[in-house]
Protein backbone atom coordinates (compact mmCIF):
# COMPACT_ATOMS: atom_id res chain seq x y z
CA UNK A 1 0.00 0.00 0.00
CA UNK A 2 1.36 3.69 -0.80
CA UNK A 3 0.49 6.18 1.42
CA UNK A 4 0.52 9.94 0.49
CA UNK A 5 3.36 12.16 1.62
CA UNK A 6 1.04 14.70 3.22
CA UNK A 7 -2.19 14.59 5.20
CA UNK A 8 -4.81 16.62 2.82
CA UNK A 9 -7.25 19.15 4.31
CA UNK A 10 -9.96 19.40 2.12
CA UNK A 11 -11.39 22.48 4.20
CA UNK A 12 -8.13 24.47 3.26
CA UNK A 13 -7.57 23.45 -0.39
CA UNK A 14 -9.61 22.93 -3.38
CA UNK A 15 -9.14 19.77 -5.04
CA UNK A 16 -5.94 17.92 -5.41
CA UNK A 17 -3.69 20.74 -3.09
CA UNK A 18 -2.27 19.04 0.19
CA UNK A 19 -0.25 20.12 2.38
CA UNK A 20 3.73 19.15 3.32
CA UNK A 21 4.53 17.35 6.10
CA UNK A 22 6.34 14.02 5.15
CA UNK A 23 10.26 14.23 4.51
CA UNK A 24 11.99 11.73 2.16
CA UNK A 25 9.96 8.71 3.19
CA UNK A 26 6.02 9.12 2.79
CA UNK A 27 4.50 8.62 6.15
CA UNK A 28 7.70 9.90 8.13
CA UNK A 29 6.15 13.13 9.03
CA UNK A 30 9.46 14.70 9.73
CA UNK A 31 9.34 17.53 7.35
CA UNK A 32 8.24 20.92 9.29
CA UNK A 33 7.62 22.56 6.19
CA UNK A 34 3.82 22.80 6.34
CA UNK A 35 3.83 24.48 2.53
CA UNK A 36 1.26 24.03 0.64
CA UNK A 37 1.34 21.18 -1.92
CA UNK A 38 0.50 22.29 -5.40
CA UNK A 39 -0.85 19.66 -7.83
CA UNK A 40 1.56 20.27 -10.98
CA UNK A 41 0.88 17.84 -13.42
CA UNK A 42 -1.14 14.46 -13.18
CA UNK A 43 0.18 11.21 -15.69
CA UNK A 44 -2.30 8.54 -16.65
CA UNK A 45 -0.74 5.16 -16.83
CA UNK A 46 -1.19 1.86 -15.95
CA UNK A 47 -4.66 2.28 -15.32
CA UNK A 48 -4.57 4.78 -12.72
CA UNK A 49 -3.79 8.08 -12.26
CA UNK A 50 -0.69 9.79 -10.70
CA UNK A 51 0.30 13.33 -9.80
CA UNK A 52 3.44 15.11 -9.19
CA UNK A 53 2.87 17.47 -6.84
CA UNK A 54 5.24 20.73 -5.77
CA UNK A 55 5.57 22.51 -2.77
CA UNK A 56 5.05 25.93 -2.91
CA UNK A 57 7.32 26.69 0.38
CA UNK A 58 10.27 24.59 -0.22
CA UNK A 59 9.92 23.18 -3.86
CA UNK A 60 10.18 19.49 -3.19
CA UNK A 61 8.68 17.68 -5.97
CA UNK A 62 7.13 14.71 -4.80
CA UNK A 63 5.17 12.18 -7.07
CA UNK A 64 2.20 10.35 -5.56
CA UNK A 65 -0.49 7.87 -6.66
CA UNK A 66 -4.34 9.20 -6.76
CA UNK A 67 -6.73 8.07 -4.17
CA UNK A 68 -10.50 6.71 -5.35
CA UNK A 69 -11.76 10.11 -3.57
CA UNK A 70 -9.68 12.54 -6.05
CA UNK A 71 -11.87 14.64 -8.24
CA UNK A 72 -11.59 12.93 -11.65
CA UNK A 73 -12.28 15.77 -13.94
CA UNK A 74 -9.46 17.95 -12.05
CA UNK A 75 -7.18 14.89 -13.02
CA UNK A 76 -8.34 14.68 -16.53
CA UNK A 77 -7.72 18.23 -16.30
CA UNK A 78 -3.93 18.28 -15.17
CA UNK A 79 -3.07 15.35 -17.31
CA UNK A 80 -3.71 17.41 -20.30
CA UNK A 81 -1.80 20.22 -19.58
ZN1 LIG B 1 7.78 22.06 1.60
Known amino acids: MIRRNFVRK ?4 VCLW ?3 IDGD ?3 DRLADC ?13 GRF ?3 YK ?6 GFLVKAGK ?9 LARN
Open 10 to 13: KEDF
Open 18 to 20: GRH
Open 25 to 27: IPG
Open 34 to 46: GGAMEPIKAVYEK
Open 50 to 52: RIF
Open 55 to 60: CVECGK
Open 69 to 77: SDDRKELVR
